[in-house]
């Protein structure tokens, strides 16, 4: 799921504003056609959804806008009587504060996502951190013991790599390290690890 969340992640925001357009409209466009009788909210969380994980929270936010703003005028043009007419903008208010709530919600989430990748990624390499490698590793030598198969380790050492960050400066040797990881990580498999242990 991680996987397909990331490769969704790399479409253009363009893509994203698009679908998530024709996907509000249609919503709409159905509301309507169904009547007021029937409650469409959940389905306008799926726009509100898109835009606030694919594009921004701050679109998210104008989308929840939108989205009770067309729930109203659809609720108006479908004919929704109520006892007074304060009861349409009571109602707009409590669907923008629930879309508000999802875009909140959804914002945490990504958050959370974030800090977990930063929490096992090493930031200079991009590869697994030292502290993540010993789960990982462990995890490794229990299944090599279980089911009685060889575990390879190898350890790289950059030599002479104090004299790099000296001549050059550390962004540079922190370009060299990344360069190295990006090499091993592209020539070995994917079940492979590489981590940054120095």
């Given at each position: 799921?991680?996987?397909?969340?990331?490769?969704l992640?790399?479409?253009?925001?363009?893509?994203?504003?698009?679908?998530?357009?024709?996907?509000?409209?249609?919503?709409?466009?159905?509301?309507?056609?169904?009547?007021?009788?029937?409650?469409?909210?959940?389905?306008?969380?799926?726009?509100?959804?898109?835009?606030?994980?694919?594009?921004?929270?701050?679109?998210?936010?104008?989308?929840s806008?939108?989205?009770?703003?067309?729930?109203?005028?659809?609720?108006?043009?479908?004919?929704?009587?109520?006892?007074h007419?304060?009861?349409?903008?009571?109602?707009?208010?409590?669907?923008?504060?629930?879309?508000?709530?999802?875009?909140?919600?959804?914002?945490?989430?990504?958050?959370?996502?974030r800090?977990?990748?930063?929490?096992r990624?090493?930031?200079?390499?991009?590869?697994?951190?030292?502290?993540?490698?010993?789960?990982?590793?462990?995890?490794?030598?229990?299944?090599?013991?279980?089911?009685?198969?060889?575990?390879?380790?190898?350890?790289?050492?950059v030599?002479?790599?104090?004299?790099?960050?000296?001549?050059?400066?550390?962004?540079?040797?922190?370009?060299?390290?990344?360069?190295?990881?990006g090499?091993?990580?592209?020539?070995?498999?994917?079940?492979?690890?590489?981590a940054?242990?120095?």
């Amino acid at each position: 799921m991680t996987n397909l969340i990331t490769a969704l992640e790399k479409a253009s925001r363009g893509l994203w504003i698009t679908v998530g357009l024709i996907l509000l409209f249609a919503v709409g466009v159905l509301d309507y056609l169904t009547g007021y009788e029937l409650s469409f909210s959940l389905f306008y969380l799926i726009p509100i959804a898109l835009f606030s994980w694919f594009v921004s929270s701050r679109l998210g936010v104008a989308v929840s806008f939108i989205s009770a703003g067309l729930w109203l005028v659809v609720d108006i043009l479908a004919g929704a009587r109520y006892s007074h007419p304060a009861i349409y903008f009571w109602n707009s208010l409590i669907r923008l504060g629930f879309f508000h709530l999802t875009v909140l919600l959804i914002s945490l989430g990504k958050a959370l996502e974030r800090e977990k990748t930063f929490a096992r990624t090493d930031y200079t390499t991009g590869t697994t951190n030292t502290r993540f490698f010993h789960v990982l590793a462990q995890r490794e030598i229990d299944r090599s013991a279980r089911h009685q198969t060889p575990l390879t380790v190898a350890f790289v050492d950059v030599d002479d790599f104090k004299s790099i960050n000296d001549l050059f400066g550390h962004m540079s040797g922190d370009k060299v390290l990344g360069t190295i990881a990006g090499n091993m990580q592209r020539h070995l498999r994917k079940t492979d690890l590489v981590a940054r242990r120095g």
